[in-house]
């Protein structure tokens, strides 16, 4: 199938949140990767999400280069070509984007969806994420709103952050202590800025202790009851049950027991990046490891060129990262649960 429209992004989380499933949405660093997320999500039989973060956007338009707009449009252009051929539905999404860079990656990308919508055409991103955790909840959501009616005019979903994730990823990062959990007024404060749904659709990454990257289980406290807690409230003054679609940031090393208590409190989308880079690397080393004595040329030898192509550790790092991309698919519910 290929990457999805606007209207079956929406449907895409409508039928995670009706049937007690979340979307894995997997971190890609570049064709490669993306190519593996893919086999990923085929071999599961789940649609999924495919995201590009602010360094991997960077990284993507070529050292020489160095633009983060023009990186994300080249991945994303080559991702709508081979998608098509895996079966599986696939949005596309960038991740943790703060204000010091909103005018160099998110708005060229909101300004360019508009732009192909004036000639008919879809956006090449179905969802954009504004990361406000570094400035004060005010602010965070003056921002938001405006990005949200963008983003209605570009026909995306905006993804917010109201709290703050703990540790570090692209240069991002927070402390891991008390202030990350979400409460229940940052939630109805977000109602009154953003909506609930009239002005455009939003994603929300309410925080339970949630942390980037690689850390100390001992340091990290996980509570998910809060976003029960939080869509109990708020869904009684609406009259309506989890009135927000929640994301899981932080998800690598979560156990399954707090994957499955986040899912069933709302959480239609989870983010996997540090595990599924750990597999696609650690797949590398072992070949490295394994054929030091071909892939170098050793005292003045010539190798030998099987063993250093880089297809040669490239394909098994790509089934490595896609069997770590089918636990989480497992570990979320979508496995089996495409929309076909």
Same mark, same amino acid.
């Given at each position: 199938?290929?990457?999805?429209?606007?209207?079956?992004?929406?449907?895409?989380?409508?039928?995670?949140?009706?049937? =007690? &499933? !979340?979307?894995?949405?997997?971190?890609?660093?570049?064709?490669? +990767? @993306?190519?593996? #997320? /893919?086999? =990923? &999500? !085929?071999?599961?039989?789940?649609?999924?999400?495919?995201?590009? +973060? @602010?360094?991997? #956007? /960077?990284?993507?338009?070529?050292?020489?280069?160095?633009?983060?707009?023009?990186?994300?449009?080249?991945?994303?252009?080559?991702?709508?070509?081979?998608?098509?051929?895996?079966?599986?539905?696939?949005?596309?999404?960038?991740?943790?984007?703060?204000?010091?860079?909103?005018?160099?990656?998110?708005?060229?990308?909101?300004?360019?969806?508009?732009?192909?919508?004036?000639?008919?055409?879809?956006?090449?991103?179905?969802?954009?994420?504004?990361?406000?955790?570094?400035?004060?909840?005010?602010?965070?959501?003056?921002?938001?709103?405006?990005?949200?009616?963008?983003?209605?005019?570009?026909?995306?979903?905006?993804?917010?952050?109201?709290?703050?994730?703990?540790?570090?990823?692209?240069?991002?990062?927070?402390?891991?202590?008390?202030?990350?959990?979400?409460?229940?007024?940052?939630?109805?404060?977000?109602?009154?800025?953003?909506?609930?749904?009239?002005?455009?659709?939003?994603?929300?990454?309410?925080?339970?202790?949630?942390?980037?990257?690689?850390?100390?289980?001992?340091?990290?406290?996980?509570?998910?009851?809060?976003?029960?807690?939080?869509?109990?409230?708020?869904?009684?003054?609406?009259?309506?049950?989890?009135?927000?679609?929640?994301?899981?940031?932080?998800?690598?090393?979560?156990?399954?027991?707090?994957?499955?208590?986040?899912?069933?409190?709302?959480?239609?989308?989870?983010?996997?990046?540090?595990?599924?880079?750990?597999?696609?690397?650690?797949?590398?080393?072992?070949?490295?490891?394994?054929?030091?004595?071909?892939?170098?040329?050793?005292?003045?030898?010539?190798?030998?060129?099987?063993?250093?192509?880089?297809?040669?550790?490239?394909?098994?790092?790509?089934?490595?990262?896609?069997?770590?991309?089918?636990?989480?698919?497992?570990?979320?519910?979508?496995?089996?649960?495409?929309?076909?």
């Amino acid at each position: 199938m290929p990457i999805a429209t606007p209207e079956t992004y929406a449907a895409m989380i409508d039928h995670a949140k009706q049937s =007690g &499933f !979340a979307l894995p949405a997997i971190n890609v660093t570049s064709s490669q +990767s @993306l190519n593996a #997320a /893919l086999q =990923g &999500f !085929a071999d599961a039989d789940s649609d999924g999400i495919i995201q590009v +973060s @602010l360094g991997t #956007a /960077l990284y993507l338009s070529g050292n020489r280069v160095q633009d983060r707009a023009k990186g994300s449009r080249a991945l994303a252009l080559y991702a709508h070509e081979v998608a098509a051929d895996y079966g599986v539905t696939v949005a596309l999404h960038t991740d943790h984007c703060p204000q010091e860079h909103l005018a160099n990656w998110v708005r060229p990308l909101l300004a360019d969806a508009i732009e192909r919508r004036s000639r008919g055409l879809e956006p090449l991103y179905q969802s954009h994420m504004w990361d406000g955790s570094a400035v004060p909840l005010e602010r965070n959501l003056a921002i938001a709103s405006e990005l949200l009616e963008l983003s209605e005019r570009a026909r995306t979903i905006l993804e917010i952050e109201v709290g703050v994730v703990g540790g570090e990823e692209d240069g991002i990062s927070h402390d891991i202590n008390d202030e990350l959990y979400s409460t229940v007024d940052d939630a109805r404060a977000t109602i009154a800025a953003l909506g609930s749904g009239e002005r455009g659709r939003y994603l929300t990454a309410l925080t339970f202790g949630n942390v980037h990257g690689v850390y100390n289980p001992a340091a990290v406290h996980l509570r998910p009851e809060l976003l029960g807690d939080i869509q109990h409230e708020i869904g009684q003054s609406l009259g309506r049950d989890r009135p927000f679609d929640l994301v899981f940031h932080g998800g690598s090393g979560s156990s399954p027991a707090d994957i499955a208590a986040a899912v069933s409190f709302g959480v239609v989308k989870m983010n996997v990046d540090t595990d599924t880079q750990y597999a696609f690397t650690r797949s590398i080393a072992g070949h490295m490891l394994s054929n030091w004595e071909r892939v170098l040329k050793i005292d003045g030898g010539y190798g030998d060129k099987k063993y250093y192509d880089p297809r040669a550790w490239g394909k098994p790092a790509e089934h490595a990262m896609a069997a770590r991309v089918v636990q989480a698919a497992e570990e979320l519910g979508s496995a089996g649960n495409t929309l076909r």
